[in-house]
């Protein structure tokens, strides 16, 4: 299986939430953003690691989103970490705020990207979160099609 070229639009990734979730659902959000967080984010100083999103008064909130100062700002500079606020539409953020309410479900942020016209949006993901049996057969899975691959391309 040959990789996919990187994606130079997209600015951060969040690559352990396919480890410990599983991922049920995916949602392309918009981003409320101020001038220094915009620019700070096309130098790609942004991280997820932490982040999560939580459903409050009928909106959605990206929390503990990293976002680095930009280094040509002035000394009105943004918040490195803050509540930011995601844009879905009423019938998505319906339908998220059910499913959240039950036990174990959970969401998440995938990545952060600048679409065509230059917005910044937000992949959200409803998750479950794994235990540790289904984490090891996961790397189990990923081991085993990964010696296939290899003695496939020894073969020819």
């Excluded at 996919?4 to 981003?31: H, M």
């Excluded at 016209?117 to 899975?141: H, P, Y």
Aim: contains cysteine.
């Amino acid at each position: 299986m040959a990789k996919k070229a990187p994606d130079d639009k997209t600015v951060c990734r969040n690559r352990k939430a396919s480890y410990r979730f599983e991922i049920l659902e995916q949602f392309e959000c918009g981003l409320c953003l101020f001038g220094t967080e915009v620019k700070s984010l096309r130098d790609k100083h942004a991280s997820l690691d932490e982040a999560y999103a939580r459903l409050s008064d009928g909106e959605v909130w990206l929390v503990n989103f990293h976002i680095g100062p930009y280094r040509f700002g002035t000394s009105a500079q943004h918040e490195a970490v803050r509540k930011r606020k995601l844009l879905l539409h009423a019938r998505e953020i319906r339908k998220l705020k059910v499913k959240t309410e039950q036990k174990g479900f959970t969401l998440v942020p995938l990545r952060v990207f600048f679409n065509d016209r230059g917005i910044a949006k937000v992949t959200l993901a409803l998750c479950q979160g794994k235990t540790l049996g289904d984490k090891r057969q996961a790397l189990k899975t990923r081991e085993h099609t990964r010696e296939m691959e290899r003695s496939a391309r020894r073969r020819t």
